[in-house]
Structure formats: structure tokens, C-alpha cells
């Protein structure tokens, strides 16, 4: 696996040569690239070596010299049930689905519960645009085997690999759930937004409770699904409508506490990710970009791009997923 | 790798213990299996069968379970 920053000539250079490649960009670039086996999706904003950035001139390129065979599929929100009869046995998935579609929102809320979900490694994000261009330009994902872009479906890429590889997906969330003594938020509803929620037991109003407790709301929420603590992060409070709304779904009947804050944002991911992300494949959440002022300031070896959400199997959020390509 | 016992996968259900050291797969599905059966305990045996299916088919849950 090589990951690279590659101007569109030398990306379609790659792509011609027959590479099998997922890729991150403006639109306009992915835009010009030739049909070949690739998937991509938009991004303008990236973790490179030297730090975050936003880049509009290259292609954030990786290249799977690993995979003996690539099927790529675009499926609607309705058919995305049907993920898993895409696995190639022994391999692993790549998904985009670009952030605010109906693909987006049923993909976070059902897709753990599809048939075969889990039987190999999903990997993937949510593709967005600049900030200053939501509302005006819809996030797209692409479809290298057409050159179609898509702003209401996600693009797999079922990936076969080379015999004794074995993917593994593992997720790097920097927050620690507080304290077991700190409030317990669980909802009676899964969904993207919420108006109240049993906080130790006890129906309350969401929003006033955020707002009267001064709870710091670029801390996610976290549910520990078995030892992987899972984010949802808040996306806004409307203390009118008393509209609480998150970046993922809050699922029913799931114990949430917040995190505890973090002394130093990009510290805490240079710490945790320690070296050797050259050769694996990651992404990383637009919040902790923003939140933790990555702009500039070096997490460690792991690059790629700074997303709307990332998927390690499930819609996750403030949170880098990696993936390795493994000899057994 | 032998698959764990179904008393055993229904204790692990039933408990908070965290899988720490199992694959993210695993224990992303033990965290739904639990939930849904909080939600629902007649559903106990059904997802008893579910994540002994899981294990049948993937050899690294087989390995993350072995030991439970």
C-alpha cells in the first residue's frame, strides 16, 4: 500500500498503468481523471506528514498493489443492505457515501445490522467539501469504472487480496469516556438528533440541560461497544426548538457519557498513533481537525484525508481509522 | 479454534466485560449483540446464535473468543 500526494497528470498516469487505487479530492480534480479501478470521493482537507492542510492543487492517492482483483459497486440507500454480497472471501471493502444523502443517514442508523456486515473488514469515510461551501456544493463520491461523480450513493470497492495478507481495522479515538460516577445520557429513539434523553434515569430536555450544565459540546458523547468507545459528536444545539442535532446517530438505549477534555488535541494523537503510518491506510475526522487545531501541527506518520464522519464498519466520529495490510 | 460454548457467549452477553484485546469487528458486534438484547432479552438465544455464526465464519473471532 503507498500512499501519495499526486497531481492530477501523475494520478491519471497511475490510474492508466491499471493500478487499483482509492483517491481524495476537489472535485474538479477527480473530475478529470480517466476511467480505470479506482473509487474517490471530495475532500479538500488532508493530514500530511508536516501537518493538516487544505490542498486543491493534488490528489491524496493510495495504491493497492495488494489487491489481485477490485469490484467496484455504486449503491442507492435502498440497496446498501446488500453490502456484504460484494465481499470477496478473504478480503476487505472500501465505502464512500458522501456527507448529508439519504445514503449517509440510512448507512449510520442500519447499516450494523445488515446481513454478513461483519464478516470482513469495511473501510471508509464520508466525503465532504470546504467548510465554507456547505449548503452550495453537494459532497460527491466517484465511481472510477464510469468517471461518474454521485452525491445520493456510496461507491464500494470489494477488493481481493494477494494469498497470507490479512486486513485489520482498528480505530484511534484519543477521548476516554468519563468517569462511571459522571451522567449517563441514554435516548429512547436512534437518530441524528434528539430533544430529550434519560440522563441518569431521568427524562430531561436536551438542549437546556447542555446549555444550564456549560457542557463543552466539541466533546463527544462515547457508548463502549464491548471495549471500543464509539463517538457521536454534537453537531448543534437549538436552545429555541430545543433541537439537540449529532454528526451520527445517537442509537436507542445506548449508555453515552461525555468525554473528558484533552490537555493538548494534537499531542493525544501523536501519542496514541506513535510511527509507521506510512504504509497504512487512514483517515481523520474534520471535528478533531477543526476542534484540535490541526492546521500545520504533525500527528504522526499516519496521512490521508480529514473527513465527515469515518467508517471502521459503523459511521464514526472525532475519531482516525487505519487499516493494515498484514502478512499472516 | 474451537467456537466458545453457548452458556459461555450468553455470560458474555449478559456481563460488561470489555473485549480488549479482540478485533475491532468483535467487539463492535458484542456491543450491538448486548444492546439489542438489553432492549429485548428474549432475543438472547437468536444473537447467541448470531456471534456463534460470526465466529464460524471469521477465524479471528474465533481466536478473540477462545478464551472467554
Known amino acids: ?328 | 479454534m474451537p467456537l466458545p460454548s453457548p452458556n459461555a457467549l450468553k455470560a458474555l452477553i449478559q456481563s460488561d466485560r470489555n473485549l480488549d484485546g479482540a478485533k475491532l469487528a468483535t467487539r463492535i458486534l458484542l456491543g450491538r449483540v448486548r444492546i439489542e438484547v438489553r432492549n429485548d432479552p428474549a432475543l438472547l438465544d437468536a444473537k447467541v446464535a448470531e456471534f456463534l455464526a460470526f465466529a464460524r465464519a471469521n477465524a479471528f473471532a474465533a481466536d478473540d473468543l477462545a478464551n472467554i
Open chain 1, 1 to 328: 500500500m503507498k500512499n501519495e500526494l499526486l497531481s492530477v497528470e501523475d494520478a491519471a498516469a497511475r490510474i492508466v498503468s491499471g493500478a487499483v487505487m482509492t483517491i481524495a479530492g476537489d472535485e474538479a480534480l477527480l473530475a478529470q481523471l480517466p476511467k480505470g479501478q479506482w473509487i474517490g470521493g471530495t475532500s479538500v482537507y488532508f493530514v500530511t506528514e508536516t501537518g493538516g492542510a487544505v490542498i486543491r492543487d493534488r490528489l491524496y492517492c493510495t495504491t493497492l498493489p495488494e489487491a489481485t482483483k477490485a469490484d467496484i459497486r455504486v449503491l442507492e440507500a435502498s440497496d446498501l443492505p446488500r453490502i456484504a454480497e460484494g465481499y470477496a472471501p478473504g478480503g476487505m471493502s472500501f465505502i464512500l457515501i458522501p456527507a448529508f444523502s439519504t445514503a449517509h443517514s440510512v448507512f449510520a442508523v442500519d447499516g450494523p445490522s445488515y446481513t454478513g456486515f461483519f464478516n470482513q473488514p469495511l473501510v471508509g469515510w464520508i466525503s465532504g467539501v470546504h467548510l465554507d461551501d456547505i449548503g452550495r456544493v453537494a459532497p460527491k463520491v466517484f465511481d472510477g469504472t464510469t468517471g461518474a461523480a454521485h452525491d445520493n450513493a456510496a461507491v464500494l470497492m470489494h477488493l481481493t487480496l494477494e494469498a497470507g495478507l490479512i486486513p485489520q481495522v482498528d480505530i484511534v479515538n484519543i477521548f476516554e469516556q468519563n468517569d462511571a460516577d459522571a451522567p449517563c445520557f441514554r435516548f429512547t429513539q436512534s437518530g441524528f438528533e434528539a430533544q430529550t434523553a434519560l440522563i441518569d434515569g431521568v427524562e430531561t430536555p436536551l438542549a437546556d440541560y447542555l446549555q444550564e450544565n456549560g457542557i463543552d459540546t466539541r466533546l463527544p458523547l462515547i457508548a463502549n461497544y464491548g471495549g471500543a468507545l464509539i463517538n457521536v459528536s454534537v453537531q448543534s444545539v437549538d436552545a429555541q426548538s430545543g433541537k439537540v442535532a449529532f454528526y451520527a446517530p445517537v442509537m436507542q438505549n445506548v449508555d453515552y457519557r461525555f468525554a473528558k477534555p484533552l490537555a493538548d488535541y494534537a499531542q493525544a494523537f501523536a501519542k496514541q498513533l506513535g510511527a509507521g503510518g506510512d504504509t497504512q491506510y487512514s483517515c481523520n475526522c474534520i471535528l478533531n481537525y477543526l476542534y484540535g487545531d490541526l492546521e500545520g501541527k504533525s500527528t504522526g506518520g499516519f496521512t490521508g484525508p480529514v473527513t465527515f464522519g469515518e467508517i471502521a464498519y459503523m459511521l464514526l466520529n472525532q475519531t482516525l481509522v487505519r487499516l493494515e495490510l498484514q502478512p499472516a
